[in-house]
């Protein structure tokens, strides 16, 4: 009797869920091949749930630093968009970083000191700006290739495109759950 509670809570809880939220099935979304599709879908799951764990931040929050040595939430929200800029320009064209780009997202892509300088005082809504921007960058160049390109190796490397975009998603990840962790240490 203990196990068919068991189950039924489950089933409740998981069809509550399902109701909130789209993110219960990774596919490709229209106009994309399927790994790449999927690949999409990872980032733009991954991405989301960030969001909703810091939309609702205040300034204090966003600016708030564990210790010395840690990222303001808004500097690590940064940090993911100058993380994708970075493998856009290296797996599309091929390249690093040029001068100008370097001047736009070196500090958010490295972070530390300069970057607990730079990046506090602006909401929330400022770095998700940004993020934004450099997505529909990366979906609009994604939305060109095939799944042949994402097989294949980038220039000069040992690397597939696909192993490229799947290290983007996991840092992504990683970045979520040390996001995770300040939000639930935020004085209150």
Not at 41 to 61: F, P, V
Not at 135 to 140: D, G, L, S
Request: net charge negative; no cysteine.
């Amino acid at each position: 009797m203990k196990r068919i509670q068991i189950f039924t809570l489950s089933f409740f809880i998981a069809l509550f869920f399902s109701g909130v939220s789209n993110a219960q099935v990774i596919e490709p979304p229209k106009g994309y091949s399927h790994d790449i599709g999927n690949m999409v879908a990872m980032l733009d799951d991954i991405k989301g749930r960030i969001y909703r764990l810091t939309s609702s931040m205040n300034q204090e929050q966003v600016d708030f630093l564990l210790d010395d040595k840690a990222n303001r939430i808004g500097a690590m929200i940064l940090h993911l968009a100058a993380t994708e800029a970075f493998y856009q320009v290296y797996t599309f064209e091929n390249r690093e970083f040029n001068e100008s780009e370097e001047a736009r997202w070196m500090k958010g892509l490295m972070l530390g000191e300069d970057a607990r300088e730079e990046y506090k005082g602006k909401p929330i809504s400022y770095y998700f700006e940004i993020w934004d921007e450099v997505r529909e960058q990366t979906k609009a160049l994604l939305k060109e290739k095939d799944d042949k390109w994402f097989a294949s190796k980038a220039a000069g490397t040992e690397m597939n495109n696909y192993w490229a975009w799947f290290h983007v998603m996991e840092h992504q990840s990683n970045h979520m759950g040390q996001i995770a962790l300040l939000r639930s240490r935020l004085p209150q």
